[in-house]
């Protein structure tokens, strides 16, 4: 019983770890946490976009994250390693983190979903589903689900290539939930051979990739990237102007 008992313990720390490093860590693009034990104390990995923003000036930032780990969540002689994520749009935890700051700064729900739809499927994803619930229009709860491209949802595939993420944001109209599913290309195995694209479509979709990363690069932080797609989401046609007329 004890045995069960301490499994259960350890999965609760690691949920409040990872609620903390998504809000302590979150201008870094927080994705994931592993921790594992060592001989000389506690290995902990953090997977983020932005690798200086944790390490910080002098190592800083390392240090401080260090002295609470192990203060506040019992961590043992604490060692942390930070990675850096490659692919940010094939991450449901970082698209997540996204959308809410969005939808935080008051960014109309559907003009929100649309645009992490389009970033994710031009950061390369083979569909993705995403489902957003509670106080959208008025005071009666709703949901709206929207997908693209192809996402399996059951068996076999979609064990091996779905991820998904969900993340709570605070509105002024009550709590918000979202939920992300993304398909990775490279963990899929087709049975069969698809067909090619053509020229245009592959010049098309490189010139999207490229405005995408220029964006990218001009932000240092996660704030400010959400800052500069503020700007690219408004020129989006949601028709949310035309459902309202039609009231």
Request: with cysteine; hydrophobic share 35%.
């Amino acid at each position: 019983m004890s045995a069960v008992k301490n499994v259960i313990k350890d999965n609760y720390n690691m949920m409040l770890l990872k609620d903390y490093l998504r809000e302590k860590i979150k201008d870094a693009g927080f994705e994931n946490v592993e921790v594992s034990k060592t001989p000389t104390g506690t290995r902990v990995v953090l997977h983020v976009t932005r690798p200086g923003i944790v390490i910080g000036r002098k190592g800083t930032g390392i240090k401080e994250l260090t002295e609470k780990l192990e203060a506040d969540y019992g961590l043992k002689n604490p060692q942390i390693a930070v990675e850096e994520i490659t692919k940010p749009e094939l991450s449901p935890e970082v698209m997540c983190n996204r959308m809410a700051s969005h939808l935080e700064r008051g960014t109309a729900f559907r003009r929100a979903t649309m645009w992490t739809i389009q970033q994710i499927m031009e950061g390369g994803a083979m569909g993705t589903e995403i489902t957003i619930s509670g106080k959208l229009r008025g005071d009666r709860s709703a949901f709206e689900k929207h997908s693209q491209g192809i996402l399996p949802r059951a068996g076999h595939h979609a064990d091996v290539i779905v991820a998904e993420d969900i993340a709570h944001v605070e509105t002024p109209m009550g709590l918000i939930g979202v939920r992300i599913r993304i398909a990775r290309k490279e963990k899929f195995v087709p049975e069969f051979e698809l067909r090619g694209k053509t020229q245009a479509e592959k010049d098309e979709e490189a010139r999207i990739k490229k405005e995408a990363d220029d964006l990218a690069a001009k932000a240092e932080t996660e704030s400010e990237l959400i800052e500069l797609e503020e700007k690219e989401i408004e020129k989006l046609d949601t028709m949310e102007e035309d459902e309202e007329m039609m009231k």
